[in-house]
């Protein structure tokens, strides 16, 4: 079953923002945290940003200050919201539910979103 639709990316200047929705199935999003993952060209994926269910929220250290994650638990979406883009933010960005250490906990990834950032 697909339990994870990420959607919202494209193309966007330096600069520029994009707000990623990701939809995630109750079984997935009930749990602690979920997190936003990425995946540039050449490298691992790493994740970006992480909630729990109450809204405490961290962020890698490249996107703090830049990137907001929310989260509708009515609505069983999570947001990330990303401004002042730059180019090394190019990458497919994928959610999921994420353990306290940041890890991914489902194990069937959805299919992404990309975002480029370009001039």
């Known amino acids: 079953q697909v339990q994870l639709v990420e959607s919202g990316g494209g193309l966007v200047q330096p600069g520029g923002s994009l707000r990623l929705s990701c939809a995630a199935s109750?079984?997935?999003?009930?749990?602690?945290?979920m997190g936003w993952y990425r995946q540039a060209p050449g490298k691992q994926r790493e994740l970006v940003a992480a909630?729990?269910?109450?809204?405490?929220?961290n962020y890698a250290d490249s996107v703090k200050g830049r990137f907001t994650i929310s989260r509708d638990n009515a609505k069983n979406t999570v947001y990330l919201q990303m401004n002042s883009l730059k180019p090394e933010d190019t990458a497919v960005y994928y959610c999921?539910?994420?353990?306290?250490?940041?890890?991914?906990?489902?194990?069937?990834w959805g299919q992404g979103t990309q975002v480029t950032v370009s001039s």
């Open positions: 999921n539910a994420a353990h306290p250490r940041g890890t991914p906990l489902y194990p069937y």
């Open positions: 109750g079984s997935i999003f009930s749990i602690n945290a």
């Open positions: 909630i729990t269910s109450g809204g405490r929220t």
